[in-house]
């Protein structure tokens, strides 16, 4: 039973760019959540897609947007990136069944913006 | 504002000995804790939860303690094992949802 899987697990881009993060969930998982860990830092929320509609989202500028397809599988696009966009981008899965679902973490896309 | 922060940034513990890394939260409406580990080039994997209506649970080496009074939460890892070096999170659920809320995490040294 494969997990949380994500793609690429490395990038590099400039100042400007866009980028597009994929993500597919644990099987059995309908629920996609993204996140943003700076280095040395704990994860922060970005939001979440459910029935592939955007149901939460943290404290991130409309740069940041995604988009869940029918077979639960998302995408995280930001759009004219800057330098302090690079940080490691966690997807992770869950069942949405309301609070406090057990969510499983892939490894991550680790971005870096020159 | 909604916060959950870690005492020690490091912790440096002998091979089996017990390891403790405790947390606060400030958020009283939080109904669902988690502790994760994550090790280098990898996602946090999800390690033990506990449920607001509990004040501790157990797992496998591992336990976990709630104190709501004080809004204190705490991992106990037992013969704590060289494999359990990472960084590890505690995060809260806030009441409505699955947004989590991450400390700053704890880095665990184990020393053989």
């Known amino acids: 039973d494969a997990g949380v899987t994500q793609s690429p697990t490395h990038l590099i881009k400039t100042r400007g760019q866009q980028v597009t993060l994929r993500c597919s969930p644990k099987s059995g998982h309908d629920t996609v959540s993204w996140y943003q860990q700076a280095l040395g830092q704990g994860p922060q929320f970005i939001f979440q897609y459910y029935e592939e509609e955007e149901r939460q989202r943290g404290n991130f500028p409309d740069r940041f947007s995604g988009h869940q397809f029918p077979n639960y599988s998302s995408e995280l696009n930001v759009n004219a990136l800057l330098l302090g966009d690079s940080a490691l981008y966690l997807c992770a899965s869950s069942n949405y069944r309301g609070s406090g679902e057990k969510l499983f973490f892939g490894s991550g896309t680790q971005l870096s913006v020159l | 504002g909604e916060s959950v922060g870690l005492h020690l940034p490091t912790l440096s513990v002998q091979e089996g000995d017990n390891s403790i890394i405790n947390c606060a939260y400030s958020?009283?409406?939080?109904?669902?804790f988690i502790w994760y580990k994550q090790e280098s080039g990898k996602g946090p994997q999800f390690i033990i939860d506990?449920?607001?209506?509990?004040d501790k649970r157990q797992g496998q080496r591992v336990t976990v303690l709630l104190n709501k009074t004080v809004k204190h939460l705490s991992l106990q890892i037992a013969a704590t094992q060289p494999g359990d070096s990472a960084v590890y999170f505690c995060?809260?659920?806030?009441?409505?949802?699955?947004?989590?809320?991450f400390g700053a995490g704890t880095i665990l040294r184990v020393k053989s």
């Open positions: 506990i449920r607001s209506n509990m």
């Open positions: 995060a809260e659920n806030m009441e409505y949802g699955n947004k989590l809320v």
């Open positions: 958020n009283s409406a939080s109904d669902y």
